[in-house]
């Protein structure tokens, strides 16, 4: 059985290539190259089309000789919300966000992290659009009162990710070590590893904030204190980091091809997992935090049993594009896997998105693509960050491996390309896409790409 996929709507958010997003259940968070945050509201209803001149959905100046988007494809199905200027001065290439949708954080290619969280006691203003009103709709981001790396160096966090609450980051670096910070540290009577509480810790932030909001910019920052560093084997960058749901595992992917389980509870390596021979870009877990999904260079998808860590299934290793792997699937991607992430609450879906601009949706249970959209559409036109020296990362920048050249794995571009495709980063929405019938709404997931546009897919009724 087969899904479709509609384009439901398309946005020429960025100046250049849109590297990363974070989703949340009523926001999403989108950053390029570019020193500008951009938050887009995902809880509206309304497909009303307004022009381009909307303050809301006008794009950036175009970088590039690509035409921008014709007037009538903006709306207000995804409003900007708010605007973070001068988040990081070189641009962002990782984003993510809790699964509570409290908290972001974000790194800069100049090397800082930062951390922001929403405020439960204020929204973004806007006028009243479409039957739409922002104010109403989304609340706003804040940069947040702790502190992981505000001055750092190029690379000394790459890959990033928060627990399902937000209280733990663990980042990257270009030399394979993985670090977790506490971005909530407890007081003399509560333990760091204790990951029980995590109802209690989201509480307890939203009370901090709306007590703090008239002192916030007096207060000094705390310094997040570091819980655990560790050591890969590999000593290659980290390009894909993952925190399970449970917070009780951490995985991360390695420009060798070698994954990694770290147990946050011993503080130990529990699995060095089957390698994917060629640079992995992304790896995630699944909404459950039984299977682990890694992808990139070589092309398929493999899965992997979190408890016993043994790759149960390779996915598209049938396709032609399978590197030579034998597996489940078929209809593989003929180009490198940038980005994955899966179907939000049941994890019955795997999508995801790659060099060429493909984007592709997996059935776990089946181990088979079941639909295949195109990706690369939707910007305003701008250059190409990296050529083939940049690769994605799994909601994220990644870096190519430098023996590793475009032309050598037979890609569809090269660096003189005119029209750049590749997918980037991708995530589904936790509230879904409207379907432009009353309230009603479909499951749905966005693309971000080289051209610096989202394409935001729904599925198809009946699909």
Known sequence: MSKQYLT??????????????????????????????????????SSTTTTASSTNSKPDAPSADIPPLPADTTSTLFPESQTI???????????????????????????????????????????????????EATPRWREADVEVLREGKAGEVWAIALSAEGRYL????????????????????QNTTDTQNTTTTTTRRKEQAREDASKRNQKAKTKAPKIREYESKTGSI?????????????????????????????????????????????????????????????????LYDVKSGEQVAILGGGGGGGGGYGGAGGSGHNSWIMCLDWSPRTGEWLASGSWDGKVKV??????????????????????????????????????????NAVGDNNQEE????????AVWCLRWLPSGISTGIGIRKAEGFVAGNARGGLVFFREAAGG
């Open 8 to 45: 439901a709507h398309t946005l020429a958010a960025h100046p250049s290539d849109a590297f990363t997003l974070a989703a949340t259940p009523s926001t999403l968070l989108s950053a390029s190259g570019s020193s500008t945050l951009k938050i887009h509201s995902t809880n509206t209803t």
């Open 85 to 135: 200027k001068g988040a990081h001065r070189l641009g962002c290439h990782h984003l993510c966000a809790s699964l509570d949708g409290t908290r972001a954080a974000s790194v800069g290619f100049e090397g800082s992290v930062r951390v922001w969280d929403c405020d439960p006691n204020s929204s973004a203003e806007g006028e009243r659009d479409g039957g739409v009103s922002l104010k």
């Open 170 to 189: 663990a980042g990257t670096t270009v030399d394979g070590r993985v670090s977790v910070w506490d971005l909530d540290p407890p007081g003399e009577q």
């Open 238 to 302: 980290g390009l894909s980091v993952d925190i399970s749901p449970d917070s009780l595992s951490v995985a991360s992917a390695h420009a060798t091809g070698s994954l990694y389980i770290y147990s946050t509870s011993t503080g130990r390596l529990a699995h060095t997992l089957p390698s994917l021979q060629a640079p992995v870009r992304s790896c995630r877990f699944s909404p459950s935090g039984t299977l682990l999904a890694a992808a990139g260079d070589s092309r398929v998808i493999g």
């Open 362 to 403: 997996w059935s776990v249970e089946r181990r088979v693509c079941v639909a295949t959209v195109d990706g690369s559409g939707g910007g305003a036109g701008g250059k190409r960050g990296g050529g083939g020296g940049v690769g994605g990362g799994g909601g994220g920048a990644g870096i190519a491996d430098s023996n």
């Open 414 to 421: 090269d660096d003189a390309s005119p029209q750049p495709k």
